[in-house]
């Protein structure tokens, strides 16, 4: 599944690049205070009710760089869809309908599926995503210095540097928002981490447009494996429990999780 899962942890549990940038402006000659920007940017979130975009991104890890591109569709009422075409992978869709997460992937003929009454076997790591939270309360979540405006991809934009209020201080962090001036959603992002950086960027994007009920709906296509994830911690508990740290291990990133998942069936079948 490549790096699908990480980026998606990075898109909206963090927030969620630089290019496209062409000019800027200094601190020294903002065109809005910055209380008033954040101001902007919580109404953007608060009044959000769907959402509709699509979306560029890339990583870079350990000098290997991997473009993606995601289209994505949200409602207030937490459901959304995520849907990719990798090159020499397929699709990759991750559908969350309100009571049940589905993870496809095309290029092994697989679904993850979980309840959500599953989750609380994970206690605080959330394995569904909370999308749009970031930009409904960003003065709880984040500490904001502004650094002025910049002409991105044809439209006017303020920048953010932006510091999570609860990310470890040994970590060499640095994120950035770019918001549009118009609508004050945040077009794009650029984060880092150590050697580790994504950047995404909003192509094109909706806010509230009118959304088909059956894009938040998800039927396994005929003959994938389903791998239920209530199942296998019901057959693994014991084994799974002491072989695995749940607060320690980083269940959102879904590559690492599906990897588990398969080490956990090939010792059912051993």
Known sequence: MRNA?????FLFLLAAVISGCSSQDTANEATIELQELLANIQSSGVSLETFYGEMEMTSTMEG???PEEFAVWFDSDG?????????D???FIHVFDGKTLWMYTEADHSVLRMDMDVQAAFEDNNLTLDMFTFITEPEELFDFTYEGTADFAGRETHILDVI???VNERLDFNMTWWIDAETWFPVSYELTVEDISFTATYKTFAINPDLPDDRFSFTPPAGAEIMDMGNLLDEYEF???DDYNLEDMDVSDWAELENLL???EEQQDQ
Not at 5 to 9: R, Y
Not at 79 to 87: G, I, K, M, N, T
């Open 5 to 9: 899962g990480l980026i998606i942890l």
């Open 64 to 66: 290997m760089t991997e």
């Open 79 to 87: 459901r959304y869809r995520l849907e990719s075409d990798v090159a």
């Open 89 to 91: 992978v397929g699709t």
């Open 164 to 166: 999570p209020r609860d």
């Open 239 to 241: 084994d799974f429990m």
């Open 262 to 264: 398969r080490e956990l």
